[in-house]
């Protein structure tokens, strides 16, 4: 097992678990991952985090590595100082991985999809934070995030007739999101807008605004100071 280095965090006290719409997206691996995601989004509940992305690979090295949050402050509007402070941090990702660990070794499915040894991870989202829910490309809304789909897309499905002429084959999409529903997610490239459909996504992820986070951490610093 891999935990991902971390620093210390306070021991918190578990969240009362929220129902919220199991939205996964497109295909974020070579098997659908709902079969996992019945397993470990109810035992992850209740620890008081969410599950935020799956990669599962199944080759030659299995590995199943699982992205932790704790749940969004809109979610949970009475923890919302709780759920800001709090940061995923190596103490998080040992308890999560004891807990699975066994449970996951005893699910007949999980055993039918890893055959062999597996690794498991377990990983704060990091700065390059996944995307796999609908709900998380309309929260992060105006940050910049990298799209990759399954195939080129058709004109109809980008809704932009002169960038599809320019970019027939274009399967990586950088740009800035803008809208989402329960079909599309919009990104702005370029000042071109340009229409996704979600189920054709095989890989997305925030990109980090470097300059906003070190100027975020100087004022953090000055604070202290």
Known sequence: MVFQEAQKITPHAPLTPVSYENN?????????????????IPNLAKLGYELIALDAQTGKNPKLKIFIDFPFEELHPNLKKIVKEKKIGLDDCIKVSRLLDPILDQSEVFQKLFKN?????????GLERPLQRKSEFARFKGERAQIQTLRPLTV?????????????KQKKFIGTLDSSSDENVTLVIDK???????????????????KKILSNANKKGNRKA
């Open 192 to 210: 071109n807008k340009i229409s996704i459909p979600l189920s054709l996504i095989t890989k997305a992820h925030l990109i980090p605004n470097i």
């Open 24 to 40: 996964f997206i497109g295909i974020s691996s070579k098997f659908s991952p709902k079969i996992l995601q019945e397993i470990i």
């Open 156 to 168: 109809q499905e980008i809704e932009n007739e002169n960038y599809y002429l320019k970019n027939k």
């Open 117 to 125: 040894s597996y690794e498991l991870e377990v990983s704060s989202p």
